[in-house]
């Protein structure tokens, strides 16, 4: 093989250097199409949230049946393991669910029946005798309660002119009594935060469309998973889809929690009330169930009647029944709940006020029911996104507490 000589070498050109090529340096300010990317933006985000805004009763529906979903999705994992198919073990344990509420209900109907025909006779005359106790105590802290005044109550003895009227004066112009104020304030309150059992229809679609939603995600919600990572770019979805799974553990642990929760308040309650012998225990006891999931203001809202039935026999005993609801709740918040939850997310109690307050200011009962586990998620997302990922501070408690649920 020959080579080239001199002369021939030098005649190849050397090799031309490439020069970087400059960039036009950028002007200060806007341009055109970063005012139109951003316009397009701000547009986008306004009409999705009006959007939302005005389909929340659907999108607080959705949520409900998400989080239902997720609870049916863990029966569904135990019956994969003996190889039950998903589509029929989703289907099977909705509806022996609710055959189960069908079959109770039929056997505690007679029961239940009789005890709330006497629950709504009897607790207008409980709230009389509640106040005829606040009228007699008008002198102390008690009496400020009230919003009768003794003028109203005391009967004139002195001048028969004056004689007291067979009904108060101010009854006529709104109600002067604590009855007809309570109803009157109730009225008001179960039209703003129950506004969905005004329609019969509304009530029944949302119902059938927690049902459905509940059984195709807990069928197959890897396919929802992986539609939603598709929206996060690929150098973040591996983060995106610990979050995911994170809020999803929590969401599943909660109900789960709430459920068996449910159930124990209300046969603990009833059983407690039988024991006081308060009447209408059982119907009292299932109202306590039924409030159980609603945190925090749930519990308050069964005890107020029960402490009213039991006013019929004495004070001393409505004393009793709102300790025993205070033990209850006691009890559950410092021994069932950390039990079940098993270092799962903690909820300070402040922010879970507040947003039951929010929400239920905003979206009524359904937000109110809503409220503590949304914050739940929103927690997890801010420790796991923000405090860990930006900030820098490590949550190992709250991390472990979540991959523990995960491994569950």
Not at 348 to 368: D, E, H, N, R
């Amino acid at each position: 093989m020959s080579h080239p000589t001199e002369d021939q070498a030098g005649d190849i050109p050397p090799p031309r250097l490439q020069r970087p090529r400059r960039r036009k340096p950028r002007r200060p300010g806007w341009g055109n199409s970063d005012v139109l990317r951003t316009a397009s933006l701000v547009i986008a985000m306004y009409l999705v949230v009006r959007l939302l805004w005005f389909a929340n009763g659907l999108v607080i529906t959705a949520f409900l049946g998400v989080l239902f979903g997720l609870a049916v999705s863990s029966g569904v994992d135990l019956l994969s393991r003996w190889r039950v198919p998903r589509g029929v073990g989703a289907a099977a344990i909705v509806i022996g669910f609710f055959g189960a509420l069908v079959g109770f209900g039929a056997w505690m109907a007679p029961t239940l029946h009789t005890q709330g025909i006497e629950l709504r006779r009897r607790l207008p005359d409980a709230v009389d005798r509640v106040e005829q106790w606040l009228d007699a105590r008008q002198s102390g802290l008690l009496g400020m309660v009230s919003s009768v005044s003794p003028a109203d109550t005391a009967p004139s003895t002195t001048q028969p002119t004056q004689a007291a009227p067979t009904t108060k004066p101010d009854s006529a112009h709104g109600g002067s009594t604590l009855k007809d104020q309570l109803s009157g304030r109730m009225g008001g309150a179960s039209q703003y935060l129950f506004p969905f059992l005004h329609s019969t229809a509304a009530a029944v679609t949302g119902f059938f469309i927690v049902i459905f939603l509940s059984i195709y995600i807990a069928v197959d919600p890897d396919m929802y998973r992986r539609g939603i990572m598709h929206l996060f770019p690929h150098a973040h979805r591996k983060r995106a889809g610990e979050v995911l799974s994170a809020i999803a553990a929590v969401l599943r642990r909660w109900m789960v929690t709430q459920l068996i929760a449910m159930c124990t308040i209300g046969v603990v309650t009833t059983v407690i009330l039988l024991l006081l012998h308060v009447k209408a225990a059982f119907a009292l006891g299932l109202l306590s169930g039924l409030f159980e999931f609603i945190p925090t203001v749930g519990p308050i809202m069964s005890a107020l009647p029960a402490v009213a039935m039991a006013f019929l026999d004495s004070p001393e005993k409505a004393l009793w029944v709102g300790i025993a609801f205070w033990g209850v709740q006691f009890m559950e918040n410092h021994l069932l709940i950390p039990l079940l939850m098993k270092g799962g997310m903690d909820l300070p109690p402040a922010l879970t006020i507040l947003s039951q307050a929010l929400m239920a200011l905003v979206f009524g009962f359904l937000g109110l029911m809503c409220a503590v586990p949304l914050l739940a998620a929103t927690m997890v997302a801010v420790k796991m996104i923000y405090v860990e990922g930006v900030v820098g501070d490590a949550q190992p408690n709250a991390i472990e507490g979540l991959q523990t649920a995960l491994e569950e």
